[in-house]
T-cell receptor, first 112, second 114 residues
Framework: EDKVVQSPLSLVVHEGDTVTLNCSYE??????LLWYKQEKKAPTFLFML????IEKKSGRLSSILDKKELFSILNITATQTGDSAVYLC????????????FGTGTRLKVLA | KAGVTQTPRYLIKTRGQQVTLSCSPI?????VSWYQQTPGQGLQFLFE???????NKGNFPGRFSGRQFSNSRSEMNVSTLELGDSALYLC?????????????FGPGTRLTVT
């Protein structure tokens, strides 16, 4: 069964801490892995990863994919209260047609 | 540049009825994908339309259908509504393909089925 598992389910940290969010997957014909941030509204795109070992960075956020071990991590350094959100991981794959599976997300709360 | 817009934002329907939701993508984007988000199941992919054709499809029953117009606007229809269809329905647009380009989500339509 195709699946995406995110861990931890929730996390509470203090401002300035560094956090690492995990996303592991089991799909056939992997195509891409995407990270989104969802606050109270719709998800906003963070990263798309298709190749192993190439780190993508945007400010304090970075992400990397390991296609051999079938996982990705999302790092957030020097966390701020504005980073509080649910972080979603989605995997695109081919099974008859192209599809997406989303993980259930990691709920991050950053305390001042 | 205007973002993705969805109408209506909120909708209440009765079991057995049908509903049509609308999504206008970002100007120039040709791909529109639809998703269902519920507390229990999280975000689930419904289908993707590109150039007026359904290109990709998730694992939803045939009661869920959609279409895309020549201006890339898309509609999603759900027939014979069930209580379990209550959810936030999100659409997302991308330049040329949900799996190859980043997607931008609209604010969603919250559907309540009573």
């Amino acid at each position: 069964e195709d699946k995406v598992v995110q861990s931890p389910l929730s996390l509470v940290v203090h401002e300035g801490d560094t956090v690492t969010l995990n996303c592991s997957y089991e799909v056939t014909n992997f195509r891409s892995l995407l990270w989104y941030k969802q606050e109270k509204k719709a998800p906003t795109f963070l990263f798309m990863l298709t190749s192993s070992g190439i780190e993508k960075k945007s400010g304090r956020l970075s992400s990397i994919l390991d296609k051999k071990e079938l996982f990705s991590i999302l790092n957030i350094t020097a966390t701020q209260t504005g980073d509080s959100a649910v972080y979603l991981c989605a995997v695109g794959y081919y099974s008859g047609t192209y599809k997406y599976i989303f993980g259930t997300g990691t709920r991050l709360k950053v305390l001042a | 540049k205007a973002g993705v817009t969805q109408t209506p934002r909120y909708l209440i329907k009765t079991r057995g009825q049908q509903v049509t939701l609308s999504c206008s993508p970002i100007s120039g984007h040709r791909s529109v994908s639809w998703y269902q988000q519920t507390p229990g199941q999280g975000l689930q992919f419904l289908f993707e339309y590109f150039s007026e054709t359904q290109r990709n499809k998730g694992n939803f029953p045939g009661r869920f259908s959609g279409r895309q117009f020549s201006n890339s606007r898309s509609e999603m229809n759900v027939s014979t509504l069930e209580l379990g269809d209550s959810a936030l329905y999100l659409c997302a647009s991308s330049l040329a393909g949900a799996l190859s380009y980043e997607q931008y989500f609209g604010p969603g339509t919250r559907l309540t089925v009573t």
